[in-house]
């Protein structure tokens, strides 16, 4: 009897040591999980580390004649060699794909060459050359290679659009037809700001630039960017069909390489989303502290 009793007390001690070291793991467990929670927390610093800087207008060029007339020139002379475009060199490419009785081909080049992307445009064209097909966002180098010189696009063997990339960004005249080669549709873009954008200054001489706002077909389309005066950018934020969408987000007026985000605001997901209502998810101090957040 003794010795079962010996026995269970041991099991016990035993038991409640491995009950207390359980408790030890687990409450350093749950030190490192919030230590990795507050590392890892994008809302814990407004600091942005890669700082957009000012770029000149492009759409200037397209009131300037002389500019355009010396273009087409350049452009002239590059045509003698083949498959060089704005001064680089091409591959030619294309894909083929079918749905029931038709064939769409689209033929189009590309550049090797790392390119850094215009930050300021949204639509970055590139050939995703494992999926084989063309994508307009999140651009990798590792993944494909940036469209680069004339475009064309064709249904059951007629052309419905034609153009020209520069870099991953649409440039000069679009054209689109329907199944009958009946113009459809014109536009314009300079290295993918559409010709009809917005744009104000604070010094038009000097470039200055305030905001610049693309428009197509008389509604905001794309990445809309505004200013400080010093040409540090203020806000940045997304049109779609004329309606804000996504996540606008205003930053101090700051000196030195990094940004510190001053407000966030959410905007709808989608245009014309219903019952949707802006509110304000975040703001910093002017040090990047956080100091208020909603998740909504």
């Known amino acids: 009897m003794q010795n079962i009793l010996s026995e269970n007390s041991v099991i016990f001690k035993m038991k409640q040591r491995f009950a207390i070291l359980l408790l030890l793991i687990m409450s350093q467990m749950t030190v490192v999980w919030a230590q990795e929670e507050s590392i890892t927390d994008p809302d814990s610093s407004g600091v942005v580390k890669n700082r957009l800087l000012p770029t000149s207008t492009p759409i200037l060029l397209f009131s300037d004649r002389e500019e355009s007339t010396k273009e087409k020139k350049k452009q002239k002379k590059k045509k003698e060699r083949k498959n060089f475009y704005f001064g680089e060199r091409t591959s030619r490419n294309m894909i083929r794909s079918s749905f029931r009785d038709q064939t769409t081909v689209q ?27 063309i994508k307009n966002r999140n651009f990798e180098p590792s993944k494909g290679q940036l469209l680069h010189g004339p475009y064309e696009k064709r249904v059951n063997n007629v052309v419905v659009e034609t153009g020209m990339y520069y870099y991953g960004t649409k440039h000069g005249r679009w054209l689109a037809y329907d199944g009958k080669s009946v113009l459809l549709d014109k536009s314009h873009f300079y290295q993918g700001w559409p010709k009809d954008s917005r744009i104000t200054y604070y010094n038009r001489e000097r470039k200055e630039i305030e905001r610049m706002t693309p428009i197509e077909y008389d509604l905001e389309e794309g990445n809309f960017f505004h200013f400080y005066p010093g040409g540090q950018v203020a806000v940045i934020g997304e049109y779609r069909f004329g309606e804000r969408v996504g996540l606008w987000t205003e930053f101090w ?14 905007y709808q997901p989608q245009p014309f989303t219903r019952n949707f209502r802006p509110f304000i998810r975040a703001e910093w101090d002017k040090e990047g502290n956080l100091i208020y957040r909603n998740d909504g």
């Open 107 to 133: 033929l189009f080049h590309t550049t090797a060459r790392t390119q850094r992307v215009d930050p300021y445009i949204r639509d970055i064209h590139w050939y995703d050359s494992r999926s084989k097909s």
């Open 253 to 266: 007026e700051s000196k030195g390489e990094n940004l510190v985000r001053k407000r966030e605001i959410q």
